[in-house]
């Protein structure tokens, strides 16, 4: 019996001493992780010097477009065109209530009648300047407010172009929305959204070319018209106007095309286009770089590719530079800020 409380004793003290080594060193359940390092390879940037040609997207717009708006309010007596009616510069589009155009009319031969006659008393010397001048401000004012009732009684078109819009019908009263559009489709324009880096190399007059799926393997050519002179300061981009001829009217305003500027040689960070990643869920992509051994996320947007590398351009523009180490393998795996390991 003393022989079996001997063992027990032996077997608990055992566990008891177990217990304490299992805790030495720190509090009861601590264990010590260590992240390892994710192995990676990079390559290290450089500048080249590439054949540039920028392919843009653009939504075209009719090159000229205006609303249809009187300056008076009142009753619309005739509307003469309907959607889709094409028009000539100088035809009538509305005719609006006449009546204040009709009073004005009768004031003005009124006075000028009294202007014939108090100029005639003036070369006379019968009246004095004063009572001359007061005269014929009276009926300048009226003259040009007859101008001004004609052109907004009898509206008509500012140039050639199609009714896209009508909103109004004969009879309805007229209180400031348009009455029509007129937009003009046998020219067109468009604007694009050009990377600030090419600010130098694009310039008024340089040719581009315009393609829609609608019509695949066929361009329209264009001309830049205008190039903004400001950079946006959040997308890092500058604007330019393209004029395009369109007198076979097989392109229209709303359509969406790409547009294929070339620019020249230019110096560009071209990249294995697997290094290239995109963000669920969104369009944006980044690449990582090498800081040392910690990953660093650098966003990027994308432009020519030459087979299998694609150029990038850093959103930030100081981001990337040649002597950069981009990560070109395992950089799937990889978070801002993770820790590296270079392998050849």
């Not at 004063?130 to 007859?146: F, H, M, P, R, S």
């Not at 969104?282 to 590719?305: K, P």
């Not at 150029?311 to 800020?337: F, H, N, S, W, Y």
């Amino acid at each position: 019996m003393n022989k079996i409380f001997k063992n027990i004793a032996i077997v608990l003290a055992t566990a008891v001493l177990a217990a304490c080594g299992n805790n030495a060193g720190g509090p009861k359940g601590a264990t010590t992780t260590q992240k390892e390092a994710e192995k990676v390879k990079v390559l290290t940037l450089e500048s080249e010097r590439i054949a540039k040609s920028l392919e843009l997207s653009a939504t075209l717009e009719g090159y000229e477009t205006m609303n249809i708006s009187p300056s008076l309010t009142g009753h619309i007596e005739h509307i003469y065109v309907e959607v889709g009616s094409r028009v000539q510069k100088g035809s009538m589009l509305v005719r609006m209530d006449q009546t204040q155009l009709n009073t004005t009319r009768i004031n003005l031969a009124s006075t000028k009648t009294e202007f014939e006659r108090v100029s005639a008393l003036k070369q006379s010397g019968s009246i004095s300047q004063q009572v001359y001048d007061q005269t014929k401000a009276g009926y300048d004012q009226l003259t040009e407010n007859e101008r001004f009732l004609e052109q907004n009684t009898f509206v008509k078109a500012q140039f050639a172009g199609v009714i896209s819009a009508k909103y109004y019908e004969d009879g309805e009263m007229y209180a400031g929305q348009p009455i029509l559009t007129l937009t003009q489709i046998n020219r067109l324009k468009a604007i694009i959204n050009i990377p600030e880096t090419y600010f130098p190399l694009v310039k008024q007059g340089m040719k581009v070319d315009i393609e829609s799926d609608i019509y695949p393997g066929e361009t329209f050519p264009a001309t830049i018209e205008i190039v903004y002179p400001t950079i946006d300061p959040q997308s890092h981009t500058f604007q330019a106007k393209l004029n395009i001829p369109n007198n076979a009217e097989k392109i229209r305003p709303g359509m969406y095309v790409r547009t294929h500027l070339a620019v020249g040689e230019v110096d560009a960070i071209v990249v294995p286009y697997q290094s290239v990643l995109k963000l669920t869920g969104s369009n944006d992509r980044y690449v990582f770089v090498a800081d040392g051994t910690t990953a660093r996320r650098v966003a990027v947007t994308l432009g020519q590719r030459f087979d299998d590398r694609i150029e990038i351009i850093p959103v930030e523009t100081d981001a990337l530079k040649a002597g950069d180490r981009l990560v070109v393998t395992g950089q799937a795996r990889l978070v801002d800020g993770a820790t590296l390991e270079i392998v050849d």
